[in-house]
Structures are given as structure tokens and as C-alpha cells.
């Protein structure tokens, strides 16, 4: 059997604390918002991909810390909603809906054609520039109007492979 | 009082109290529903699927774990609607399980390999699909995680978030992707997460202790009672060719349901110790020499009689009630100064179970010791020792400033024990004695409740149990001697002396124990 | 109307009137177009009346499920002292839909109105919209309507001066169809895995925070003001067929039509005016070939099957289908329908939450071989191991997705048996890379 590193023996890294000053006034905000302060997981996990851009381990221990819960849980949470990142990405982060309503509608060329100008090359990777990062993601709820993307927090509707270069063009 | 309800099984019929769940009705019915995720002792999930069972006048297959009996239900758990319902699932578990089974711990008691050999299909249909592959994960200290065999019952999570009450697992990911995940500077460390490796219904979560060691079909399995502390869990003793190579609990829900601490769990090595004494040793001049049992047993009841004046007995608190009782007795009636040496630790609870954990005083049988006449502690005994005419060591681990001390004073010696150590050539007598593991007797917990331990291994060379010497000696000469030969036999001999066993035999005692009344559990002194 | 296209004479035109109008979102534009005139007469009335009101109605739920809402109401306790919540889906993820992103961007007072007259009728003082992280556009309309609305006094400690209390939580989702799964919503909103959980016990009587909870979906709640202010009796009247299908019912319209696009119609409308007429039909020289007509969740339609069906419950399962989210996917003959097909359970398999054996494995197994078959070496002993697949994946699991997964198989082996058939024989060139 290979045997992966044991737990515990990692290097420490520096986590700089996120949940101070403003943003954990923000967080604390939402407190009034619900019984339990686990129930803020999901919106104080928001906070976090918004500051750093993506949830690393350190990062789920520290709201673990804050809310109250093991940074096991966290990372439960964390691993199964698909729209947090758990590693850093491009400084604009591309989804692409690929599900079969869209995909009757030319999705697929879409598709390739933002891994093409993105400079990505393949799902998941980020450019070489350090500008993208493109994924294939499940129906985005706008089967009417296919092709649909998300370009961080830009829902764009109708993308077709003609008008992707000046989608593109915009996110710097 | 909530009223019974009577439902049929198979067939069976069964009366039970309400709110009781399908698949413990059929438990009492004795029909045994196929399950992964459902364990008396954890919160039920019915996540596995396996428990589907018909029930007529129902739509659906309804999972046995989660659903209430109701008045007049009849259950089917071997129809074949029900048997392909569980064969879909087998079916499923298998297509991204290895066929590790020649190397997997858990062959020989695995529920998965039960369930397929009982009920699976014959052969695959996934042959020619890749197998989803994680590489093992140590979780540390002793728990190893081997993802590929996961059929993510969820059985170690829900262990930790509610009965250890450290939620240190979690399941990772989402569809077939998923495993059971560690936080990254974490580990499973909690003094009670061994039992991950039991509740596993599989061998993905394994002991590190145990790896590789022996297999399931040459162990024997003896039921036994955990020498660790005073909470006196319900073990099993596993041995492979009179070696004990684990522990594990057994279930007993007065006392600590299914569960078991890692360091119970881990105290077993001492029980196959080499360094035995293995024959009777008897001073002549300045030499011991091995003899038989006859001329030892003969020589303690002439230094018994020999040395009038006050005794001191030094016992280890992991000796039986038997033993203690009978050995108390062979200085009864004299100025004796009885005590057992009590190790003490951290308590550790098991936050999910009342009245268990892992307790602070690292004796099995403090209160048999103290209802047969012994104190905690060897500090007075100790002191009692320079003018003392006899002391009798009863297995007691002594400290090598206590074996100075004993050497230096006047006293006889008489030393009775398991291991053999230097401070025995001081003795005038040395006698083998038996492990918990090589003889039958019992433990009294710390709620005064006697639980029988079995034999588990051959005692070494010439050993025997301290309540069979002093049984013979105690019995005296002549034709009509009535010593106890049996460990059953020197309990029921107890209650002549000690009026809390009065009138109990082994068999009274059960898989579970019995708890004496409280007047009588009073220690005696 | 069918937003983006202008309204059809054969839609009514309920919800989506104000669909593509700026002037709706606000506040004051809402109140002018008559909003919040449902929820001042409801605060007015008693609450069981309320409840007998939405009964009459015959509105059922809109999300997918089309459980009689008066009904779900009625189950919540009425006087038990304890906290009790309204939950609203805006979770949109069923393949096909659209129509709540439609009410949400562009008429989220609509949204808000609907929910504060719920909440108020269970006794809830606190709403939670769950609105699916993707939704980013929603999220800033509603945020803004939802602070408009307190301004306003129609939501806050004291709505419209009647004593009663209604609070708005907005909450964003992260990535999960399950979610979308009322039980799965509670666990996601209380900060967990979006895992179902097992009923009994109900929300009504135990859900979110432990507490009674009734879950609504978006068309569903923007329903309710239309039957305060026009009456019952009124939405019960819009029923072209089943009686027990009442009201309007947004159909989202995608695919292969000319115009796709969210149409609202009267329950009982005939389902080919919705896809020849309203939707324009066919591209120029393609004829129709299947019909989804509920989101990929439910059994694909062959053409001959979309004639004389009425648009409403009871017609859609009369032709061995149902009318779930109104997802309406127009395939035309130009469609692959093995690999449609295995676009969709590869969906599934994506989104099932891990818990049940067979949901876990079977729509990644089920996916796996329609990709063996679709990469040209599939063999026809496939077909019926994907059938008893399908059948292990049915009715056996805490939540349906499992059996979601199974309805686009059977329904496409059953009634397009020959484009499998010509994969395996090699009749068909593979359209995916063998793995």
C-alpha cells in the first residue's frame, strides 16, 4: 500500500487572521440573522473566497475558531459546494454551463472557445498569464438564453463562440 | 409506559415496546436485517440502503433502522423484493471496492464479504471500468484510513461528532468523489477514537497495532473483562497460538455499551510477557530451587505457621476477587496490613455514553480488593513492613526502592507472582502464578458490578492462580479436602467469608455482570 | 409574456407581466403597477381563512413536486409557542428551467409580497430566500428590494402597522442542485452539508433549526398575491383542462426553437401552441423528435406523445410524464440522444450528495457506460444493465435525485432504443475518446 504523508507533520504556514476589523463586523452583522452562529458557515465562507480568493486549510480553522465548529466540519462544508475554491485560481475565475439544455445549443463550442482566448487550454487550468481560470459547471438556470457564463460575479447570457473575445477583452 | 406493539417478521410474530425500529423488532424475532450505517449506539442515518425491508400495505421498501414498528405491520425481510434490493447494493458497494480481501485486515469478519457470500451477485458487471483509487491516509496514532475500501457508512464520523464529541472526521467531497476527511493539522487522537477501527464495518479503517498481524479465522476469541481501569469494560481477548495480539470490546450496555479507550485497548502486551516465573522456588540455604507444587504448597503452610506476629500483603490490583479473597484468607485472624497498589491516571470520558470513560484509578479489581479486606495505597503497608514477620507478595510491581526496602527488612517473604524479577532472590518462596488472561475469575467495577473474565491463554510452565494456592493451603490435609479446582468454584467459596458473594455463583453473573447491592458494596474491612 | 420575446396572445400574462420592465424592481414602481395590496388584505384577515383561501385556489407547488400549497400551509402548528420559519426556494438548478431567475430579477417585490403573505399565514416571523450562489444578478435586485421593502414598512417589526412582525434573510447558496431539495435547503441553511434528510419527522413539525418550517418555491409564492387581490374562486377559473391544476403556469422553453424563452399559459393549455406557436417551433427544416417537459428529472416525451397533451399535471402524467419545474427542452431531429442523455446523468452524478449507496455509485456507474457506448464499445447487454441499474436507482433512497437520474434512461432506452442500438453495432461513429 502507498501511504500518503501523516496528518499533523505538515510545515506550518502563516495564516494572517481574515475575520478582523471590518469584515468581521460584517460577519458579526449576520449573527442576529439566525439561532446558531453555524449557521453563518456559508456566508462567512463568501467573505473569505471574496478576501483571499479562495479557502485554504488555515483559513477554515480560523472560522472554525469563530464560529464555533472543528475545522473538520468546515472543510466538509467547504468541499461540498462546488462554488468554493479550495485552491487559489485566476484573477477572474470563468463557469461555463455545459448541462444538456445548453449543451442542444451549442455549448460545447462555447466551451472551447473561452479555453482557446482565455489561454487556459484545458478546464480547470489557469492561464499562463494568471488572468483565467475556466471550468465546465452544471446548469446555470438560464437554459432560454445558452449559452450562459459567470465571469466572477457576471452572469453573462447568450455567449457564443463570435462574441467571446470581447467578453473576454473586459476582465483585465 | 409506552404500550407494545406486535408485529410479524418472516413470520415471526414479536411484541415489542412503540417507538421501537423494524430492525430491532426483528433482532428480538431473530431475523437479522443486512445493515452498514445503523448501530445501536450511534444516531441512525439510513444512508447504506441495506436495511430495505417490505412491508405490506406499503408503497415502498422502508429502511428498517429509521422506521417505528406499528401495530400489526407485517415485515418481509427475505422476499425477493427485498433480497434484490440488497443485492442492488451490494452490487453498488463492490464496483469501486478492490479485491484486497488477501490483504486486508478485515477478511474473515468483514461485513461486506458476509453480505456478498450470503447474498451478492456471482460476478461482476464492472469489469471493465477503472476503480476510483485514493492513496491510505495515516490519521495517527493507530487509525489507518484506506479510502478505496470506504463504503462511506459514516459510522466513524458519527462516532466522533456524538459519542467522542470531537468531530475531527468529516466526509469530503460530494457523489462518488467522496471519502472521509481529516482536518489537516489534525489528528485522531481522541482517547476513545480506536473504536473507528470496530464500528468500520470494512477493512478501510484499520489498527496500525494490529496490521498485518493474524487473521480473523485463527484467532480465538474469549470474553473477557479489560484490566485497565476500574469502569471494567466487557472485552474480547484475541489470541492466535496462546498469544494475545488484541483487545477489542464487547458489547455489555449496562456497563460501556460498544466501546472500549485506546489505552485499555492497548494494554495487552503485557500479558504475553516471556519473563515468567514458571516453577516453584524454595530456599534451601542460600539457593532457591525448582520444585513441585506439593513441597511448595507444603513449605508456605510451614511459613505460615512459623511466622506468628504481624503480616504485610502486597497485591496487585489486577488480581481476581478469587484470588485476593482466598489469599486475604490465609492470614485471617492475624495483625495483617492488606493493600494493592493503585496507579493513577487522567480521566477520560466518553462524552456520548453515561457513567463511561477511561478512569482515573488504573486497576480493574479496586473494589474486590477493598470487599476482601484491602486499602489503596502502599504507603502504610510499606511502613508496617520493619516489624513485620511475614509479607506475602501477591503479584504486586514493585518499584526498585520498594524491592530495597523489602530486602532490608527482617521479614520472611513469600512471593507470589507472574514475572520474575532479581528481588525475588531475597524470597524464601517463590510461586508461579497466572495472568488474568490463563484463568477464570471475576473483577468488581467501580459501581460494585462482578463480571466473569474467561481464560483466553495456557498459563507458562507451572502457574496457577493465586485462589488455588491458597485454596489447597487453606483446605489443609487429609482425605476430605474441599479446594476449590475451579474458578467457579472459589467464587461460590467466597461467600463463607465476604457477605456480598454470599450465595452467587459464576453463572449468576452472566455475560454482563451482576451489580451487588449497594449496603452490601460497602467496602469491608 | 416570453421573455425576451413580446407576449403571445395565447399566454395569460400573470407573473411575467412586468418580465423586461426596469420600472418594476423598485418599490414605488411595484406599489404603482398594484403591489403589496395582497399582503395589507391579508394581514387583515385571519389566518385559517388564508389558509381555506389558498385551498380553494388549487395552487400547487411550482418548484417541481406539485403539492397543493393550502394544504402544506395547513400542516404547520398553530399555536405551539415555538419559532416558526418560511423558507423560500430560489434555488433554481432543475436542467431546463429558468422561470424563477425571470420573477427574481425583475420582480422581486413580487417575490417578497408573496412570502410576507405566507409567513404571515403559518405564523413565521422569519423568511429565508435561498438563492442559489450562481444567481449573482437576483441576489443584487433582491438585496436592494429586500432594503426598499423595510424602508417601506412592508417588511420589519411592524408591517404596514399591523402588529405583526415579518424578517427577510437572504441566503446564498454555493454550488449544489440538492439544495434545491427542501430538506437539503434546511441543512445548507443551518451552515452543513446539503445533505436530505429522512422523513418523518416533517418540516412542519420539526425543520429548520428543529423548528416548523414550510419550503415554497419562487413561482409558487408569487402566485399568492394575484389570489388575495382577484380571489380564488378567480385562479381556480384559470383551468383549461384537470380541475385540479389551476392558475398560470410559467413554461420555460429551451432548446431547438426559434424563440426560447419563459411563456405563461393557463393550466390546461395543448402543449404543441406552447412549442409551434408561442415558441415559434422548429428551426427551418428540422421537425420535432423528443420533448422534456419538467425538467430533466422526469421521462422524456417521444413527439408523437407531445400531441394532444395539455399543458397541466394530470395531462403530462397521462402521457407518461410530468409537468415538474415546466422545464421545457425542445429536441429536434438533429439530437443525439445517447449523448443527451448521458449529459444528464453525468449531471447527477455530479450533484448526488454521497449518502445513499445506490444514488453515490449508480449515476457514476450509469454514466460510465453510456460513455462506453457513446466511445464505440458498447455492448447490448449495456441496455439492460443500465434498465436494472435504473431500477436499483428507483424508489430505494432518502431523496429522488437517484430516480431523476434513472427517468432520462429508461424513458430514452424505451423510445429510442435504435440510436443506442447504433452505437453498439458501430452503425453510429463514437462521439466521445475511449477512457
Not at chain 2, 92 to 108: E, K, M, T, V
Not at chain 2, 168 to 174: F, G, I
Not at chain 2, 225 to 244: H, L
Request: charged share 20%; hydrophobic share 40%; net charge negative.
Amino acid at each position: 500500500m502507498s501511504h500518503a504523508p501523516a496528518h499533523g507533520n505538515g510545515a506550518v504556514t502563516s495564516h494572517e487572521p481574515i475575520f478582523t476589523g471590518e469584515v468581521k463586523a460584517r460577519l458579526e452583522a449576520l449573527f442576529p440573522n439566525y439561532p446558531t452562529k453555524q449557521a453563518c458557515l456559508l456566508p462567512a465562507l463568501w467573505m473569505v473566497q471574496e478576501a483571499r480568493g479562495w479557502i485554504s486549510e488555515p483559513a477554515m480553522a480560523e472560522l472554525g475558531e469563530v464560529l464555533g465548529v472543528t475545522p473538520a466540519f468546515v472543510k466538509g462544508v467547504v468541499t461540498f459546494y462546488t462554488m468554493y475554491h479550495t485552491h487559489p485560481v485566476g484573477r477572474h475565475f470563468i463557469q461555463v454551463c455545459t448541462t444538456s439544455p445548453c449543451g442542444l445549443c451549442g455549448a460545447e463550442e462555447t466551451l472551447q472557445a473561452i479555453l482557446r482566448e482565455s489561454g487556459c487550454g484545458e478546464l480547470g487550468a489557469t492561464s499562463p498569464d494568471g488572468r483565467f481560470t475556466a471550468v465546465e459547471v452544471e446548469c446555470l438556470g438560464a437554459c432560454g438564453f445558452a449559452t450562459p457564463i459567470l465571469v466572477d460575479d457576471d452572469f453573462i447570457e447568450g455567449v457564443t463562440p463570435e462574441r467571446v473575445p470581447g467578453i473576454l477583452a473586459a476582465y483585465k | 409506559m409506552s404500550a407494545d406493539v406486535t408485529v410479524t417478521v418472516d413470520g415471526m410474530p414479536v411484541t415489542v415496546p412503540a417507538g421501537t425500529m423494524i430492525i430491532e423488532a426483528a433482532k428480538q424475532a431473530g431475523v437479522l436485517v443486512p445493515h452498514y450505517c445503523y448501530h445501536p449506539s450511534l444516531p441512525s442515518p439510513a444512508v447504506c440502503r441495506m436495511c430495505l425491508v417490505e412491508v405490506e400495505k406499503s408503497p415502498k421498501l422502508v429502511p428498517a433502522c429509521v422506521t417505528q414498528v406499528a401495530e400489526g405491520q407485517v415485515v418481509h425481510v427475505s422476499s425477493a423484493t427485498a433480497k434484490n434490493a440488497r443485492q442492488g447494493v451490494l452490487e453498488f458497494l463492490l464496483i469501486n471496492h478492490p479485491l484486497d480481501c488477501p490483504i486486508c485486515d478485515q477478511a474473515g469478519e468483514c461485513e461486506l464479504q458476509d453480505y456478498v457470500f450470503q447474498e451478492g451477485r456471482v460476478a461482476t458487471r464492472y469489469g471493465e471500468y477503472a476503480k476510483r483509487f485514493n492513496p491510505v491516509e495515516d490519521f495517527g496514532p493507530d487509525v489507518l484510513y484506506v479510502p478505496n475500501r470506504c463504503i462511506l457508512c459514516t459510522r466513524c464520523v458519527r462516532f466522533m461528532d456524538d459519542v467522542a464529541g470531537a468531530a475531527v472526521l468529516n466526509v469530503s467531497e460530494r457523489g462518488d468523489r467522496a471519502y472521509i476527511g481529516i482536518a489537516e493539522e489534525q489528528l485522531l487522537d481522541h482517547p476513545w477514537a480506536g473504536n473507528v477501527v470496530d464500528l468500520c464495518p470494512v477493512g478501510s479503517l484499520l489498527s496500525k497495532d494490529f496490521l498485518h498481524k493474524a487473521r480473523a479465522w485463527d484467532l480465538d476469541k474469549t470474553a473477557s473483562i479489560c484490566p485497565g481501569c476500574t469502569q471494567g469494560c466487557s472485552i474480547s481477548i484475541d489470541t492466535r497460538d496462546d498469544v494475545v495480539v488484541r483487545f477489542r470490546p464487547r458489547p455489555n450496555l449496562e456497563v460501556n455499551r460498544h466501546f472500549m479507550c485506546d489505552t485499555g485497548r492497548q494494554g495487552y502486551r503485557w500479558l504475553n510477557r516471556g519473563d515468567r516465573v514458571e516453577a516453584p522456588l524454595v530456599r534451601e540455604g542460600a539457593r532457591l530451587v525448582a520444585t513441585d507444587w506439593d513441597r511448595a504448597l507444603d513449605r508456605l503452610g510451614v511459613l505460615l505457621e512459623k511466622t506468628t506476629g504481624s503480616v504485610v500483603l502486597l497485591a496487585s490490583g489486577r488480581l481476581s476477587t478469587e484470588s485476593l479473597g482466598l489469599a486475604r484468607q490465609l492470614v485471617a485472624g492475624r495483625d495483617v496490613a492488606a493493600a494493592i497498589h493503585v496507579p493513577m491516571g487522567d480521566a477520560q470520558p466518553l462524552a456520548g455514553i453515561p457513567n463511561l470513560a477511561l478512569r482515573r484509578e488504573r486497576v480493574p479489581n479496586l473494589k474486590g480488593a477493598e470487599l476482601t479486606g484491602y486499602v489503596a495505597g502502599f504507603e502504610r503497608a510499606f511502613a508496617a513492613i520493619p516489624r513485620a514477620a511475614l509479607v506475602i507478595v501477591l503479584d504486586a510491581d514493585l518499584t526498585p526502592e520498594e524491592e530495597a526496602r523489602l530486602a532490608a527488612a527482617g521479614a520472611e517473604v513469600v512471593w507470589m507472582g507472574t514475572v520474575a524479577t532479581d528481588a525475588q532472590h531475597h524470597a524464601q518462596l517463590v510461586l508461579p502464578l497466572t495472568t488474568m488472561a490463563e484463568e477464570n475469575g471475576t473483577y468488581v467495577n467501580r459501581d460494585g458490578r462482578v463480571q466473569v473474565f474467561q481464560q483466553a491463554k495456557g498459563a507458562p510452565g507451572m502457574a496457577r492462580p493465586a485462589w488455588w494456592v491458597a485454596g489447597e493451603v487453606l483446605a489443609g490435609p487429609g482425605p476430605d479436602r474441599d479446594a476449590p479446582g475451579t474458578g467457579a468454584e472459589a467464587f461460590a467459596a467466597l461467600g463463607q467469608y465476604y457477605p456480598a458473594f454470599a450465595g452467587l455463583s459464576h453463572a449468576d453473573l452472566g455475560f454482563t455482570g451482576l451489580v451487588l447491592p449497594p449496603r452490601l458494596a460497602e467496602a469491608t474491612r | 409574456m416570453g421573455y425576451p420575446h413580446p407576449s403571445h396572445p395565447k399566454e395569460t400574462v400573470l407573473l411575467s407581466r412586468y418580465f423586461g420592465d426596469p420600472g418594476a424592481r423598485a418599490y414605488a414602481g411595484w406599489v404603482e403597477r398594484g403591489g403589496y395590496e395582497g399582503l395589507r388584505k391579508a394581514l387583515a384577515m385571519p389566518r385559517a381563512d388564508l389558509i381555506e383561501m389558498m385551498k380553494q385556489s388549487g395552487l400547487r407547488g411550482r418548484g417541481g413536486a406539485g403539492f397543493p400549497t393550502g394544504l402544506k400551509w395547513s400542516f404547520m402548528p398553530k399555536d405551539d409557542g415555538k419559532p416558526h420559519y418560511l423558507v423560500c426556494n430560489a434555488d433554481e438548478s432543475e436542467p431546463g428551467t429558468f422561470k424563477d431567475r425571470e420573477i427574481l430579477r425583475w420582480t422581486p417585490h413580487a417575490v417578497i409580497e408573496g412570502c410576507a403573505i405566507a409567513a404571515y399565514a403559518i405564523h413565521a416571523e422569519r423568511i429565508y430566500v435561498y438563492i442559489r450562489g450562481e444567481f449573482t444578478e437576483a441576489w443584487r435586485v433582491m438585496t436592494r428590494a429586500v432594503e426598499e421593502a423595510y424602508a417601506s414598512g412592508a417588511l420589519g417589526a411592524n408591517v404596514f402597522g399591523s402588529g405583526t412582525r415579518i424578517d427577510v434573510v437572504l441566503h446564498r447558496g454555493a454550488g449544489a442542485y440538492i439544495c434545491g431539495e427542501e430538506t437539503a435547503m434546511m441543512n445548507s441553511i443551518e451552515g452543513k452539508r446539503g445533505n436530505p434528510r429522512i422523513k418523518p419527522p416533517f418540516p412542519a413539525q420539526s425543520g429548520l433549526f428543529g423548528m416548523p418550517t414550510t419550503i415554497n418555491n419562487v413561482e409558487t409564492l408569487s402566485a399568492v398575491p394575484h389570489i388575495l387581490t382577484r380571489g380564488a374562486a378567480w385562479y381556480k377559473g384559470l383551468s383549461l383542462s384537470s380541475p385540479r391544476s389551476t392558475g398560470t403556469k410559467l413554461l420555460s422553453v429551451c432548446g431547438h426553437v426559434q424563440r426560447p424563452g419563459n411563456y405563461e399559459v393557463t393550466m390546461g393549455t395543448p402543449m404543441r401552441d406552447l412549442i409551434f406557436d408561442m415558441a415559434g417551433g422548429m428551426r427551418p427544416g428540422r421537425t420535432l423528435k423528443a420533448v422534456i417537459p419538467g425538467g430533466s428529472s422526469v421521462p422524456i416525451m417521444s413527439a408523437a406523445e407531445t400531441e394532444d397533451c395539455a399543458l397541466d399535471y394530470e395531462g403530462i402524467v397521462a402521457k407518461g410524464s410530468m409537468l415538474g419545474s415546466g422545464g421545457v427542452i425542445v429536441m429536434d431531429d438533429s439530437t443525439d440522444m445517447v449523448r443527451t442523455i448521458w449529459r444528464y446523468t453525468r449531471f447527477y452524478a455530479h450533484e448526488s450528495c454521497a449518502q445513499c449507496t445506490q444514488c453515490r455509485e449508480g449515476t457514476a456507474w450509469t454514466t460510465k457506460v453510456l460513455e462506453r457506448i457513446l466511445s464505440g464499445r458498447g455492448k447490448q447487454a449495456d441496455l439492460q444493465l443500465l434498465l436494472d441499474l435504473a431500477d436499483n436507482m428507483t424508489g430505494k433512497t432518502i431523496c429522488v435525485l437517484s430516480d431523476s437520474c434513472a427517468a432520462p434512461v429508461v424513458s430514452g432506452i424505451q423510445k429510442f432504443r435504435e440510436e443506442f442500438d447504433a452505437y453498439i453495432a458501430g452503425a453510429r461513429r463514437p462521439v466521445l475518446a475511449a477512457v
